[in-house]
């Protein structure tokens, strides 16, 4: 079983629609999660950050994560064009000192269709 | 502030070459590290510094050297560039710890033909 598993897409929605996007992982260690977004030829950037069960809200964006089934999701509520990219899931687990382990997701390739 | 900035944008080698890619960030941040991107296999860390004079072997680092002289620059070399070595690269900082809350650049494009 791979360490962090990601759905690749592509995932096509009209605007306005809600999109759910998820990770599973198998490493039960991992402390925190990410949610990154990465625009076509641009670097990734910071979108969402938890580190707990449960459900953090930014704007339009949720992100849930569930330790005991090792699942989190990145929900998009009135999804616009704009929000059209690869999302990138990430967990970071800390070793002490400096070891830690960051695992990217495959990333999903969302469009949302005007 | 300028974030993480990245040169160059696009470089093609033959291979053998030897190459530096530069990276620079202004935002203090102790840590910083190095990606390679490629289709359907994410982000792989090659390298990465827990500060100035500190670095690290990731996931991929065969092929490649890093150096880390002062807080803002960290070059990665490509010493003898193989087709393998085909990739978007990209650099990462962060403030409170590897891994955590990462700033990108926005990637150079290598091509070893």
């Known amino acids: 079983q791979k360490e962090v598993e990601q759905d690749p897409g592509p995932l096509s929605v009209p605007e306005g629609a809600i999109v759910s996007l998820n990770c599973t992982y198998s490493n039960s260690a991992f402390q925190y999660f990410m949610w990154y977004r990465q625009y076509s030829r641009k670097g990734p950037e910071l979108l969402m950050y938890t580190y707990s069960s449960g459900n953090k809200e930014d704007g339009r964006f949720t992100a849930q994560v569930d330790k005991s089934s090792k699942y989190i999701s990145l929900f998009i509520r009135d999804s616009q064009p704009s929000d059209s990219a690869t999302y990138l899931c990430?967990?970071?687990?800390?070793?002490?000192?400096?070891?830690?382990?960051?695992?990217f997701g495959k990333g999903t390739l969302l469009t949302v269709n005007p | 502030n300028a974030g993480v900035t990245q040169t160059p944008k696009f470089q093609v080698l033959k291979t053998g070459q030897s190459m530096t890619l530069q990276c620079a960030q202004d935002m203090n941040h102790e840590y910083m590290s190095w990606y390679r991107q490629d289709p359907g296999m994410g982000l792989r860390l090659i390298h990465y510094?827990?500060?100035?004079?500190?670095?690290d072997q990731g996931e991929v680092p065969n092929g490649y050297n890093v150096s880390r002289s002062t807080t803002e620059d960290f070059p990665l070399r490509l010493l003898s560039a193989a087709p393998s070595q085909t990739s978007v690269y990209f650099c990462?900082?962060?403030?409170?710890?590897?891994?955590?809350?990462?700033?990108f650049g926005p990637g150079t494009r290598l091509t070893v033909t």
């Open positions: 510094s827990v500060g100035a004079g500190i670095t």
């Open positions: 990430a967990m970071l687990l800390l070793g002490g000192g400096s070891n830690y382990k960051l695992t």
């Open positions: 990462a900082s962060s403030k409170r710890t590897p891994g955590d809350e990462q700033y």
